[in-house]
């Protein structure tokens, strides 16, 4: 059988066989582009590729047609996929003419285009690299960078890069490149060094010829080479030396391979970043910068640099480079591959790191280099050279900033001088293979000698530098790694193809179809040449592949590459295979093991190299033995076994195995053929059709033999053993059995081969492999056949233990007697027993099972990286059963011993480290410590479901444990593996980006006509049913604020009315009706926060704001625009306003928008400008106008729109809050007088943009206490009127908000204001509020107000009517909680009547709600403590309001002391409310609600006229939105009917600001349709006083007390608090009761509530920690005291929490009273129906599809499935 095995070695069969084309050839051809691109190309042909400009039209037209014929290239490489995991297909890149097509696609070819670009002038090169984007340059640690991956294209002049995000970039090259590479760190350049470069003169030093780019914004640097020189000291420099070409470069190890044209030697260099102190030696900045040689390059370099770009030359010109660059920018692409052109807002993004290069274009980078870049005339060499070539760098420029230099080169090899060296010996094809045994080689193929030198090398010990060792040469023409199975193809001289591992050759290849040169030629006479065109053009395959006849039709001899480059081998070797028409010409684009041959008709061919092997268990067994043996001799093993695996017609999957054995038997020195069951291998005909005649000639007659077999066959056993036999008496033949005797005397084995003395090794690794499969289900019968190999083994090597503990295994498998091969004493000796052999057969389940016992026991032996499973068991057995935590660490464990080929411990101390039995932890602890740690090390489910069940029993035991209470922030493959997906689902969409929403509110588009939409279309309609699914409270919401729809205008005619007095009479009810129809989109914006994700191709749908109505009872139109009453004019405005941010806060901060989307809105028509200004606020208010690019930003304030201007400050400042962003404060600076510098011009700001760029500063410099915009809002709020009029009107708005701003910034500071006490704020503002005189302005601004205002007598006292409530609310929010009582007493209401007389009452609710707020902890929800509040003398002297006759009395101002008096409870409510803010606190609400109440009843007082309805309207309104404040998103119904009553009261003092309050409480009250609650930290409360500021304009176009566009801040205090739970299975949103524990405070214990969600939670600081509640659902614990970031991401994403329910019980909505679960149901009744199993019922014990389906179709009794049948037959 040896020789067999000699004879089948030969050769090596590679499969699939196709024709390869290029992918990207057959789609050139149909690009839209290429047809204008030709034309294209004609016109200025002269200039890109005559040598001369004067050569005819003629000449280039040839040229063109020659170039578009060569110019086609391709590279392919291994897929990526867009994840970044493997996948199994190529990609290829190809180049033709402008065109570069990169396309993806199967095994064996490119399928589909990926994306297609075309660009201007043709195509030098294309590649794919990976720049690095660093988060900082300054940190050398690049390990954590995002990588950008991208598709480079160079062209003449640039270089475009364009990544797989869409991002685009273009690089304009400052001088000539040769070529690119890809490198780890970014790109590198090859400058190419025309001939006539004139020599420089001997003071200055060559430019260098290597540059380096590491992002496309980077600049272009040079690259720094580090040789080492004969004396130990390594110089450093520029790479200069142009007879320098790079070959190869390689991105691991980072490596480049240079040839020296000169000396004809290849190096090898180490690439890497350069350190700072090379940096200085190379920019001579440190003192003793190396040689003064060093310090000329370095100035020169840079001074030359500069010295170019001042040429006169107009092509290198810098101006002329950055015109072609934007030529370039446009590149078109094909309209159908979406290739993006560069947007601006992606240029604006992108300031890498602030490089100095911050645009693509940057001038300095052209300047620096722009080295001749096209011209060809040596002129312009002589002037460039001339100005400095005497001068030592004394040209510098004094602002000539050095070029630091990034990347370094190493020296790290050159091959050895040899005496005769040809010139021309570069490296025509460079690469690193791999052998089998993990060794590596760099082999580089130097085609004029055809020789493929490969050299050897090895990472050092601590992995920094590599060790190059020795040069083999194998004579070859071509070659190519085959990269997957770690070997490479060779093309020998002769057009062998070979296969290699290392320098060990494998075997010939042989392809089938194709003919190979020894087998067909070498033994038919050549015939007689004809030249046959056929042969000539490319085949298609079925030619080509056809009867070999038809190939060898000959033709001309062809042509080689180069017929001086032939070797004289060539003809010695088989000089009839040059006859042949198709021979292989080259290999080329390797990729896995998948290569593409070309042969030498110019068709290609792509071949697959076979894998080592393809069953499991052959895989498991090389591996091993691959592990024990030494690396040459299982280099040997693996090539012998390689050549009769891929023998041709190889074997199919199930004879492998015994391939294998035989093989391995044979390399041991079994006689196989001898041996009784490998004698009976059946090969399934796998012997190929050649070698199988030369084994065995086929008799006619048959012999003795043939009946051998047959009595041997297994067939024949079973049928003897059958139990037929013996009822038959048939007698079992003995003949077989004396023919084994026969057999077995003289069975010996052969010592002379390869594994013979390594047979105990191997056995004892099979073994190893043997118990490692016992843990397998799977691979049950991999195991039998591993058993017999080592029965065999273990019999001729006399180990009685393991024969013994097979037969106790497999006791039908393992025979009593078999055949023993004896093995000599005298050979014995050879054998060599590694040291981990043990006469004990390590055993698994024995090891486990004393585990268990607790006996001790010596490590398990483990082969690493083969019997992972092994260790696993080992490991989570001593972790969960032993209890001993240190098992799972990283350190060598005591539990196991690896094995490896040193020598290791004698056995006698391996005995000693027996560990005991100790137990350490709680149990729960360690489940979980081996369920983190299981999936840590990749096990899954599917693992545990194949592991023994005995062995899983501890695992599943801890996973059992783990299910019950698992941590709620552990990540997703934990929960996988404990099997909670409700777990796992969160963990996953916890990584997912916030756009995708899981509850989406998908409402069926087309259901509702256009002129329906109310802008409330988008709401989430599944959970607000189930959070108010009592009532229909959420349609009467919509319905009362909607704005789209005409108003019902319901006059009475009284007969003496006119006609045309009664249509005055209805158009002024209408203009009645329209204050409140236009204070509704405020409310709306509140009721649809965030609840509607955008389409990014359509505009945001903005619901027009509907003035008429319909008159009954025939419905005719009202319009106001008739003519017949007087309309205030720009009464919509502010309304317009409204409705645009009503309808932009409906996008939700988590969409995907971008800068394009938000200017695609903008309205055509100027009429919509307002609602387009309010649109631009909300998307400040909900964070995506940071991506509004900065030039639109300024774009639309140069409009010179007020209401765009105040949108858009507003909403910047808002999106940037708390930041202090630079560009923002300057942004705002323009448009407040006071920032601006004393000298600058008047700029003519409209007052109301100031006052929002005053309340923006306060909003970006929120809670800073930054000491100038302090100081300077603290002079603004006493902002005297100017000498022309020009801060005289609304001068209250713009001191409220200076006050406001203050306040803001520095929120919360209190006393510790830092810096600032010469400021004396505190006393400042106190002056404000009470009045006296106006202190002298100190700071910048003292001259403007020098001289009084000519219109405002105010004399040099404060106006406190204009400062007080600015001045208020700032100390309110400076000392906000601070419980400051000395503060707080300069606040309290004054207790004397005369001094009440100065103050306005409507100050004094400011007043009382500043105070409050400052108490913070004082504040109690009961209505005593708001009566506390009043001063005595009001309390004891205020009428009540019921009361007939008024009580006179002279001293006391009745009218004052009931304001007082309302107004200070209305401030204390107020403070009620922000103390409570969206906490749902019954007691405040039931106290807010007798206030309001009594306020109600007080309106309808007979005597409220001493009051003044309008105060108690204005009070009412405050009391409201406390209460809606305090039960924010509740939906609560009690103040529903409050807000409802008050939007039917349209008539007498009710004007449109009370019903933008009424409107306000009831957008608070289902804030973002129940999902929103109100927070109560301090920039909430700052931003919701700016809000709801208790004085309510009179009409629309009122900002005289208060900018409207502030009631829209109430955003910022909005915060997500609802809790959805959704049920895993059925993703739908369900009912579960939840357990909410809070933190112990100073009013309350620590306490548990139970809630039924969906619900809105309380603030999570308040909380100590969430539960989910059995006994429905898996119980899930969220523990705040760990940190509230979980919960908090739970939030944000629409709340979304996954629940399981348990087998066996309902939904709560589906069974609310628990009576339907599986444990309810005892049957009560002894009848049997009640009793009998109805398939309904197993939804109630599983909610697996399959199992429910199964009973739907299996389990029902069908009536028509019967008759069905019925039918069938009687047809």
Same mark, same amino acid.
């Given at each position: ?462 992995? #920094? ?173 693996? *090539? ?95 003949v077989s059995q004396v023919k084994d005797e026969d057999f077995s005397r003289n069975l010996s084995l052969d010592s002379s081969t390869l594994l013979f003395t390594h047979i105990p090794a191997v056995f004892f690794v099979l073994h190893l492999v043997y118990e490692e499969l016992k843990l397998n289900t799977l691979m049950g019968e991999g195991i039998r056949s591993l058993v017999e190999l080592l029965v065999q083994l273990a019999r001729d090597l006399k180990l009685e233990a393991y024969v013994d503990h ?444 100031? *006052? ?203 009218? #004052? ?39 109600? #009843? ?274």
């Amino acid at each position: 059988m040896s020789n067999f095995y000699e004879e089948r070695a030969t050769m090596i069969a590679a499969g699939d066989l196709q024709e390869f084309v290029p992918f990207g050839r057959d789609h050139c051809k149909h690009h839209p582009n290429a047809l204008n691109l030709q034309l294209r190309q004609l016109q200025p042909a002269s200039e890109l590729w005559s040598s001369d400009g004067a050569a005819g039209l003629v000449g280039s037209l040839q040229e063109v047609t020659i170039h578009e014929k060569q110019k086609e290239s391709w590279q392919l490489r291994k897929g990526v996929s867009e994840i970044g995991e493997e996948v199994d297909y190529d990609e290829e890149l190809y180049v033709a003419g402008n065109m570069v097509i990169w396309s993806k696609g199967s095994k064996s070819q490119a399928l589909a285009v990926y994306k297609a670009f075309t660009v201007d002038s043709p195509v030098q090169q294309a590649l794919w690299c990976d720049f690095i984007i660093s988060q900082d340059k300054s940190e050398r640690d690049y390990s954590s960078d995002e990588v950008e991956k991208c598709i480079c294209i160079l062209q003449s002049s640039c270089i475009n890069m364009h990544s797989i995000e869409g991002k685009d970039y273009i690089a304009s090259l400052p001088f000539q490149v040769t070529s690119v590479w890809p490198t780890k760190y970014g790109l590198l350049f090859e400058r190419s060094s025309s001939s006539h470069e004139v020599p420089p003169g001997p003071p200055r030093e060559p430019l260098p010829t290597m540059f380096s780019m590491l992002h496309p914004l980077d600049e272009i640097t040079p690259l720094v080479c580090k040789s080492g020189s004969l004396f130990g000291s390594s110089r450093v420099q520029y790479v200069v030396d142009h007879t320098m070409k790079i070959v190869f470069l390689d991105t691991d190890p980072s490596i480049v391979m240079t040839y020296d044209s000169v000396q004809g030697l290849h190096s090898v260099w180490a690439l890497r970043r350069v350190k700072t102190e090379e940096e200085n030696v190379v920019l001579k900045f440190s003192e003793q910068g190396g040689t003064p040689q060093n310090v000329a390059t370095s100035s020169s370099l840079t001074a030359h640099l500069r010295s170019l770009s001042k040429g006169d030359s107009p092509v290198a010109s810098p101006f002329q480079n950055y015109s072609s660059i934007h030529s370039q920018s446009r590149s078109t692409s094909s309209p159908s591959l979406h290739s993006r052109s560069p947007s601006i807002s992606n240029m604006a993004a992108l300031s890498r790191a602030h490089s100095p290069a911050l645009g693509v274009h940057s001038f300095s980078g052209v300047q620096r280099f722009n080295l001749s870049s096209h011209n060809q005339s040596p002129k312009r060499h002589s002037i460039s050279h001339s100005p400095n070539s005497n001068s030592n760098g004394s040209f510098l420029a004094p602002e000539t900033e050095p070029i630091v230099p990034e990347l370094c080169i190493d020296h790290l090899w050159t091959e050895t001088i040899t005496n005769i060296r040809e010139k021309n010996s570069q490296a025509s094809k460079v690469f690193i293979t791999s052998d089998l045994c993990g060794q590596k080689f760099l082999c580089f193929l130097v085609e004029s000698q055809l020789q493929l030198r490969c050299v050897k090398f090895q990472e050092s010990n601590d992995k #920094t530098q590599l060790i190059f060792g020795s040069v083999t040469n194998i004579q070859a023409k071509d070659a190519a790694p085959v990269e997957k199975i770690d070997t490479m193809l060779v093309l020998e001289g002769s057009g062998n193809l070979v296969l290699y591992t290392g320098v060990v050759r494998v075997g010939k290849v042989f392809i089938p179809g194709l003919p190979a040169p020894s087998l067909t030629m070498s033994n038919t006479m050549p015939r007689p040449s004809t030249p046959l065109d056929s042969v000539s053009t490319p085949n298609p395959l079925s030619k080509l592949l056809g009867s070999l006849d038809e190939a060898v039709l000959l033709s001309p001899v062809p042509e080689l590459r180069d017929s001086s480059k032939l070797h004289d081998s060539l003809y010695n070797e088989d000089c009839t295979f040059q006859q042949l028409g198709t021979y292989i010409h080259s290999i080329r684009d390797p990729v896995c093991n998948r290569v593409t041959l070309e042969l030498s008709n110019g068709s290609m061919v792509r071949i697959t190299i076979p894998e080592i092997a393809t069953s499991e268990l052959v895989q498991t067994c090389l591996q091993a033995i691959k592990f024990i043996l030494p690396k040459e001799i299982a280099v040997q093993m693996l *090539v012998k076994w390689y050549s009769v695996h891929s023998a041709p017609g190889g074997p199919s999957y199930h004879s492998e195995w015994n391939l294998f054995v035989t093989c391995l038997m044979n390399m041991m020195g079994y006689n196989t053929d001898r041996l009784a069951w490998t004698r009976n291998f059946d090969f399934e005909g796998s012997l190929s059709p050649v070698i199988a005649p030369k084994k065995a000639r086929p008799s006619e007659t048959g012999s003795d033999d043939d009946w051998e077999y047959l009595l041997n066959s297994d067939y024949h056993q079973n049928v003897e053993s059958h139990l037929l036999n013996r009822s038959l008496c048939l007698s079992p033949l003995e003949v077989s059995q004396v023919k084994d005797e026969d057999f077995s005397r003289n069975l010996s084995l052969d010592s002379s081969t390869l594994l013979f003395t390594h047979i105990p090794a191997v056995f004892f690794v099979l073994h190893l492999v043997y118990e490692e499969l016992k843990l397998n289900t799977l691979m049950g019968e991999g195991i039998r056949s591993l058993v017999e190999l080592l029965v065999q083994l273990a019999r001729d090597l006399k180990l009685e233990a393991y024969v013994d503990h097979y037969y106790r295994d497999y006791p039908a498998l393992v025979r009593t007697t078999g055949q023993v091969c004896t093995v000599d004493h005298g050979q014995t000796g050879f054998m060599h027993h590694p040291s981990f052999f043990t006469s004990e057969p390590p055993s698994i389940y024995q090891w486990v099972s004393s585990c268990l016992k607790g006996e001790g026991v010596p490590p398990y032996p483990y082969l690493p990286g083969i019997c992972e499973r092994s260790r696993l068991v080992v490991l989570s057995i001593a972790l969960y059963i032993l209890g001993d935590e240190s098992s799972v660490s990283d350190e060598p464990s005591q539990y196991l011993s690896r094995i490896s080929i040193a020598p290791q411990k004698s056995q006698a101390e391996q005995e000693e480290n027996r560990f005991s039995f100790r137990h350490s932890t709680s149990v729960s602890s360690l489940a979980e410590r081996l369920v983190v740690w299981m999936t840590n090390v990749g096990f899954t489910l599917r693992d545990l479901e194949t592991l023994p069940f005995g062995i899983a029993l501890p695992i599943r035991d801890a996973i059992y444990h783990c299910r019950e209470q698992p941590a709620s922030d552990w990540p997703e493959a934990v929960c996988l593996l404990i099997g909670r997906q409700d777990l796992s689902k969160q963990a996953c969409e916890g990584n997912l980006p916030k756009g995708t929403s899981v509850l989406s509110s998908d409402v069926p588009s087309g259901t509702e006509t256009e002129e329906e939409d109310d802008g409330m279309n988008d709401m989430n309609q599944e959970v607000m049913s189930l959070i108010w699914s009592e009532d229909l409270r959420v349609q009467d919401v919509r319905r009362l604020l909607q704005s789209a729809h005409p108003v019902r205008v319901n006059v009475v005619q009284y007969p003496e009315l006119s006609d045309h007095e009664f249509i005055e009479e209805k158009e002024n009810r209408l203009l009645q009706l329209c204050q409140r129809t236009m204070a509704l989109p405020v409310g709306r914006g509140m009721f649809t926060l965030f609840s509607y994700h955008p389409v990014p191709t359509e505009p945001l749908p903005i619901p027009k704001l509907n003035l008429t109505g319909r008159a009954p009872p025939r419905n005719t139109t009202v319009d106001l625009n008739s003519g017949n009453i007087d309309v205030p004019p720009n009464m919509t405005s502010w309304a317009s306003f409204h409705n645009g941010v009503a309808a932009g806060l409906k996008i939700a901060p988590a969409s995907q928008i971008d800068s394009a989307w938000i200017v695609y809105n903008k309205p055509k028509h100027a009429e919509l400008a307002n609602e387009y200004a309010g649109f631009l606020m909300a998307l400040g208010l909900n964070g995506h106008l940071t991506k509004l690019a900065t030039l639109n930003i300024h774009d639309y304030l140069t409009k010179g729109h007020e209401m765009t201007s105040i949108g858009l400050l507003l909403g910047v400042s808002a999106a940037k809050l708390g930041t202090m962003d630079m560009s923002i404060t300057r942004l705002l600076s323009i448009h407040i007088p006071a920032l601006l510098p004393p000298t600058s011009t008047e700029l003519d700001v409209p007052h109301n943009v100031q *006052v929002a760029a005053v309340v923006g500063i306060g909003l970006i410099y929120q809670g800073t206490a930054h000491r100038h915009t302090a100081e300077v809002l603290l002079a603004e709020i006493g902002r005297p009127p100017g000498p022309e009029m020009e801060y005289c009107t609304d001068r209250e708005s713009y001191s409220l908000a200076a006050g406001l701003a203050l306040g803001m910034v520095c929120l919360g500071h209190g006393s510790n204001l830092i810096g600032m006490s010469d400021l004396n704020v505190p006393e400042q503002l106190y002056q404000y509020m009470v009045g006296g005189h106006r202190r002298f302005q100190a700071g910048m601004h003292r001259e403007k107000h020098k001289s009084p205002s000519y219109q405002i007598k105010e004399g040099d006292t404060i106006n406190v009517d204009v400062t007080c409530p600015g001045a208020t609310l700032a100390l309110a929010m400076i000392y906000l909680k601070t419980n400051n009582r000395s503060i707080a007493d300069w606040l309290r209401a004054p207790d004397t009547m005369y001094l009440l007389d100065f103050v306005k009452p409507e100050f004094l609710l400011l007043r009382t709600l500043a105070r409050c707020l400052i108490l913070w902890d004082d504040i109690l929800p009961n209505s005593k403590w708001v009566d506390s509040n009043v001063p005595q003398i009001i309390r004891e002297n205020s009428i009540s309001l019921s009361e007939i006759e008024l009580p006179c009395s002279e001293d006391l101002n009745l009218e #004052t002391l009931s304001q007082a008096h309302v107004y200070i409870i209305a401030g204390a409510c107020l403070s009620l409310g922000f103390r409570f803010a969206g906490s749902e606190n019954l007691s405040a609400f039931n106290c807010l609600h007798k206030f309001a109440k009594d306020f109600m #009843t007080y309106l309808s007082a007979p005597n409220a006229s001493v009051t003044g309805p309008y105060n108690l309207e204005t009070c009412l309104s405050v009391v409201l939105l406390s209460l809606a404040m305090v039960m924010a998103g509740s939906g609560n119904l009690k103040v529903l009917q409050l807000c409802r009553f008050l939007h039917m009261k349209t008539g007498g003092e009710m004007n449109y600001g009370f019903h933008l309050a009424h409107h306000m409480a009831l957008g608070l009250l289902f804030l973002g349709g129940g999902r929103y609650s109100l927070s109560t930290s301090n920039s909430s409360i700052a931003a919701l006083l700016c809000a709801l500021y208790p004085h309510f304009p009179a009409h629309s176009t009122d900002n005289r007390y208060h900018l409207q566009a502030l009631r829209h801040l109430y955003v910022l205090a909005a915060e997500p608090r609802l809790l959805v739970p959704v049920d895993v299975d059925t993703n739908t949103p369900c009912y579960a009761l939840l357990e909410v524990t809070y933190k112990g405070t100073q009013w309350y214990e620590q306490t548990k509530e139970e809630l039924m969600a969906p619900t809105l939670l309380p603030e999570l600081h308040l909380l100590k920690q969430i539960k989910v509640k059995g006994p429905r659902y898996w119980e899930l614990l969220i523990d705040l005291s760990k940190g509230t970031q979980h919960l908090k991401s739970i939030l944000s994403k629409d709340g979304v929490l996954y629940v399981k329910l348990r087998a066996g019980q309902l939904s709560y909505k589906e069974d609310p009273m628990g009576w339907q679960s599986l444990l309810a149901q005892t049957v009560a009744n002894r009848n049997s129906e009640a009793r009998a199993f109805k398939p309904e019922t197993i939804s109630a014990f599983t909610s697996d599809p399959a199992l429910l389906s199964f009973a739907e179709y299996f389990c029902k009794p069908t009536v028509n499935m019967g008759q069905m049948a019925w039918t069938g037959c009687n047809n």
